[in-house]
């Protein structure tokens, strides 16, 4: 009986064995009730009985026959909150008595600001659902679009807003999403920081009024990250209810967290209104970009797997040479020399450290900055991008045949986006950058930023980046971008029309990413900007790995990987290993606490090799040979933070479980020993309770006496216990089971 109210049933199979699910999205035509359930995940909204879209449910996944109530508008509170305002709305626009943060704002040629939006259609196909709204009276229509996972229940909203009149409109605010929660006391997870010290995580109480995290910058920005997570009552890192999100958006955006008066807690997310408007002229249509959102009942740690997951089965590229479903392949430990040569590059230096890498059993060979153009310095050279003839007189053909030879692939660095003044680039286009006609234009270090929105400048970007892909064999691409906005004009468009370069410049961004893709199938690329300055789930489905900070200190990363780990997966964590003492803090550590560091993510050696002797190069060899045995456990495995580093802990630990259990690596690090404090027992987790798992080292040792082989609850329930002369200042030891 009830089948024949469901309007249309979608079952998608899952693809992963853990999470083996199906999604379904059905819409009640009695209860005009939308419905999506994937993975451990239901949502719901209906229709409201004023033709309203009404949010109902985000939570754990309910029963399939278990029906779900109408919509029903909230009432008014007093004369000061009318029921538009109380009511949580799907995505409302501002008119009425809206006193929330709208999704959509519009202003209309005759001086109209009013919005409201109503349901009038609704398709669902094979992608997912589409409902369309439209305004009362006039022809703005938007289509909220729908994609539920099935393995892991993440859901991805987006709108599209289209105007059908004759006349132009202005959108000021454009949300992809506004998501409502039910009423609780909630603890907001958020990243922040700055260049060399990203991925902060910030947890503080959501209280009365508004919160915002957003980037003015016209990028992801190193200051905050479109990530967040919400925790209802004491849920933790182990247990309890969360709510988690991150936008797909490199340019600027904003998420807004409101505790309104009656309680009600809404999260909107999508373009940065400050300095918006996009106008929309008739039959134009702007697409938002994508908010994904999510819950666990496992706390932060189980949110952070699902994400985990859903960016590897479901976001991140994959190379044509190296299409592997359902997660693309492990990253190539590599070699770069950065932090040795900075620019002064030539062909001999190089071919000298390439050596040094492979010996390592290093997989790619990485040249940074300073091979092109007159690239002496950062004061010259971005924007022409020919070899440097003094430094490589015979072009690049010799370095990359030698690192070929040595059993490397080869990697380049560009910076595509960005001219020095001093360059024939700038010269000869002085009207190619953002800035605003007779204004200053603002360098940071010493450049100025290409606007990407002009189509000449795109043909330009897209077209040396082609060149160079097609006349060298390269099979890799670090993308970096090292400055943000300022006096960003776009002055070929009338003047209300140049905001469009908010939207239009990432836009170009992602098409000269998909089109060298398309192009150029095997490259794989990574986005760096100055470290980590542009890591979201836009950039993410166009390259495979990020570089996650300037900052290589070995300890400093163990916080900064901890706090990225929370929204963003250990397979595109790059993590050097670099010289001691370190450059930004003078540290000194061990290379083989060093290389755990670096181990727990997508490792790199970014050291002058140069200067190693036999010890340190068999070292490194040995762990880099090890690391390779288990790396798919470690950056595609779930993932749980044992020990959190953070809040100036003695001890962290983190500990990875492949897909089948059958195997698990744990790394253990001590910061200082205080008082003599033995290390912690570890409690393993996600493990087989009944397989039997061998452990080995991979460096340091267990208490004497420790099994070499026990169950899966032995290990969980009473722990692995570390040596007792595990101790010291920066130490560290990794471990590695294997089921029987
Ligand atoms: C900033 C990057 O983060 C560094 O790794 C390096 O590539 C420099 N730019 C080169 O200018």
């Known amino acids: 009986m009830r089948n024949a109210l469901l309007g249309s049933i979608l079952t998608l199979a899952a693809g992963f064995t853990s999470f083996a699910q199906t999604a379904s999205v059905n819409f009640d035509s009695a209860t005009r009730v939308f419905r999506l359930d994937g993975g451990n995940m239901t949502y719901a909204f209906g229709v409201n009985q004023r033709g309203e879209l009404q949010a109902i449910y985000w939570g754990g996944r309910l029963g399939a026959t278990d029906v779900i109530p109408q919509a029903v508008p909230m009432m008014e509170w007093a004369s000061f909150d009318d029921s538009y305002t109380t009511t949580p709305q799907e995505y409302a626009g501002w008119g009425a008595g809206l006193f929330v943060e709208p999704a959509l704002k519009i202003t209309f040629p005759d001086g109209n600001r009013d919005l409201v939006l109503h349901y009038e259609s609704h398709t669902i196909g094979a992608s997912g659902l589409d409902v369309v709204m439209k305004d009362i009276e006039r022809p703005v229509f938007v289509t909220l679009h729908y994609v539920i996972d099935p393995d892991t229940g993440v859901l991805a909203r987006s709108a599209a807003i289209e105007n059908r009149g004759k006349e132009s409109v202005t959108v000021e605010q454009a949300a992809a999403a506004a998501w409502s929660l039910p009423p609780a006391q909630y603890t907001l997870s958020y990243l922040t920081g700055r260049w060399a010290g990203e991925w902060t995580l910030n947890q503080e109480k959501l209280d009365?009024?508004?919160?915002?995290?957003?980037?003015?910058?016209?990028?992801?920005?190193?200051q905050a990250n479109p990530w967040f997570a919400l925790q209802a009552g004491d849920a933790d890192e182990n247990h309890g209810e969360v709510w988690f999100g991150a936008l797909g958006w490199s340019g600027s955006w904003r998420m807004t967290f409101e505790h309104d008066q009656l309680d009600g807690v809404r999260i909107t997310g999508g373009f940065n209104p400050f300095d918006f408007g996009y106008?929309?002229?008739?039959?134009?249509?702007?697409?938002?970009?994508?908010?994904?959102?999510?819950?666990?009942?496992?706390?932060?740690?189980?949110?952070?797997?699902?994400?985990?997951?859903?960016?590897?089965?479901?976001?991140l590229p994959r190379t044509a040479a190296t299409a592997s479903w359902p997660a693309p392949k492990v990253r190539p430990v590599i070699y770069n020399s950065w932090e040795a040569t900075e620019m002064n590059v030539?062909?001999?230096?190089?071919?000298?450290?390439?050596?040094?890498?492979?010996?390592?059993?290093?997989?790619?060979?990485?040249?940074?900055?300073?091979?092109?153009?007159?690239?002496?310095?950062?004061?010259?050279?971005?924007?022409?991008?020919?070899?440097?003839?003094?430094?490589?007189?015979?072009?690049?053909?010799?370095?990359?045949?030698?690192?070929?030879?040595?059993?490397?692939?080869?990697?380049?660095?560009?910076?595509?986006?960005?001219?020095?003044?001093?360059?024939?680039?700038?010269?000869?286009?002085?009207?190619?950058?953002?800035?605003?006609p007779g204004r200053p234009r603002t360098e940071q270090r010493t450049q100025l930023v290409l606007n990407l929105a002009r189509q000449d400048v795109r043909d330009y970007v897209f077209g040396f980046l082609d060149k160079l892909l097609t006349e060298n064999d390269i099979s890799f691409l670090k993308w970096d971008y090292n400055r943000n906005w300022s006096e960003p004009g776009w002055d070929q468009l009338p003047p209300n029309e140049q905001k469009a370069v908010y939207v239009a410049f990432i836009r170009n961004v992602y098409g000269i990413l998909s089109e060298l893709r398309q192009k150029h199938p095997n490259i794989e690329i990574e986005s760096c900007s100055g470290g980590g300055g542009r890591v979201d789930l836009g950039i993410l489905r166009y390259v495979d790995e990020v570089w996650p900070s300037d900052n290589t200190d070995p300890f400093d990363r163990l916080s900064q990987q901890d706090g990225f780990t929370h929204a963003y997966t250990p397979q595109i964590m790059m993590a050097w290993v670099t010289d001691s003492p370190h450059w930004l803090n003078h540290r000194t550590t061990s290379l083989?606490?060093?290389?755990?560091?670096?181990?727990?993510?997508?490792?790199?050696?970014g050291a002058d090799i140069s200067k190693w002797n036999d010890d340190q190069t068999a070292t490194v060899k040995r762990l880099i040979a090890?690391?390779?045995?288990?790396?798919?456990?470690?950056?595609?495995?779930?993932?749980?933070?044992?020990?959190?580093?953070?809040?100036?802990?003695?001890?962290?630990?983190?500990?990875?479980?492949?897909?089948?259990?059958?195997?698990?690596?744990?790394?253990?690090?001590?910061?200082?020993?205080?008082?003599?404090?033995?290390?912690?027992?570890?409690?393993?987790?996600?493990?087989?309770?009944?397989?039997?798992?061998?452990?080995?080292?991979?460096?340091?040792?267990?208490?004497?006496?420790?099994?070499?082989?026990?169950?899966?609850?032995?290990?969980?329930?009473?722990?692995?216990?570390?040596?007792?002369?595990?101790?010291?200042?920066?130490?560290?030891?990794?471990?590695?089971?294997?089921?029987?």
Do not use: C
């Open 208 to 222: 009365a009024g508004a919160r915002v995290i957003e980037s003015r910058r016209g990028t992801t920005g190193h």
């Open 279 to 315: 106008v929309l002229h008739a039959g134009e249509k702007l697409e938002t970009p994508i908010f994904y959102g999510g819950y666990s009942r496992q706390g932060l740690g189980g949110a952070s797997r699902l994400l985990h997951r859903f960016e590897l089965t479901k976001i």
């Open 346 to 436: 030539n062909e001999a230096g190089q071919i000298a450290l390439a050596e040094k890498a492979a010996a390592l059993g290093v997989d790619r060979f990485v040249m940074d900055d300073g091979w092109f153009g007159q690239r002496n310095t950062e004061h010259a050279g971005l924007g022409d991008w020919y070899v440097n003839p003094e430094k490589f007189p015979r072009g690049l053909k010799p370095l990359i045949d030698k690192v070929h030879s040595l059993g490397m692939d080869f990697g380049l660095w560009v910076e595509p986006e960005m001219v020095n003044p001093n360059s024939d680039l700038y010269r000869n286009h002085p009207d190619w950058v953002l800035n605003f």
């Open 592 to 605: 083989s606490y060093r290389m755990l560091s670096s181990m727990q993510g997508s490792l790199g050696i």
């Open 626 to 740: 090890a690391y390779h045995q288990v790396q798919k456990t470690i950056v595609q495995g779930d993932l749980y933070r044992l020990i959190s580093p953070l809040n100036g802990s003695e001890f962290s630990a983190t500990q990875t479980v492949n897909q089948d259990r059958s195997q698990s690596v744990v790394f253990a690090f001590i910061h200082s020993t205080q008082e003599g404090r033995g290390f912690p027992i570890l409690k393993l987790k996600g493990l087989d309770p009944s397989g039997q798992y061998a452990i080995s080292s991979i460096e340091g040792k267990l208490r004497a006496g420790s099994p070499t082989t026990a169950s899966g609850a032995w290990w969980m329930n009473h722990g692995m216990e570390m040596d007792p002369d595990f101790r010291g200042d920066f130490q560290a030891a990794a471990f590695r089971l294997d089921r029987k």
